[in-house]
């Protein structure tokens, strides 16, 4: 698979949340991939993104919304 098939559903600053969000979506069969974009010693600088396949972004995207992320 190409790196532009992948595109990124979820953005935040909490490890722990994209790793729910992780779970969540594979929980409904959506392969997912976590980026840890922060800086490892400015902890509170950058981004955790969690991506998923271009064919599963609508999908993912209403099961983050609807779990209130």
Not at 15 to 21: F, L
Not at 22 to 45: C, G, M, P, R
Not at 47 to 63: D, G, P, R, T, W
């Amino acid at each position: 698979m190409a790196a532009n098939d992948w595109q990124m559903v979820f953005s935040t600053g909490q490890a722990y949340q994209a790793y729910i969000i992780k779970d969540l979506l594979k929980d409904h069969e959506i392969e997912a991939v976590v980026i840890d974009k922060q800086d490892s010693f400015y902890v509170t600088v950058g981004e955790i993104e969690v991506y998923v396949e271009a064919q599963n972004v609508i999908k993912a995207k209403h099961l983050i919304k609807k779990a209130d992320f």
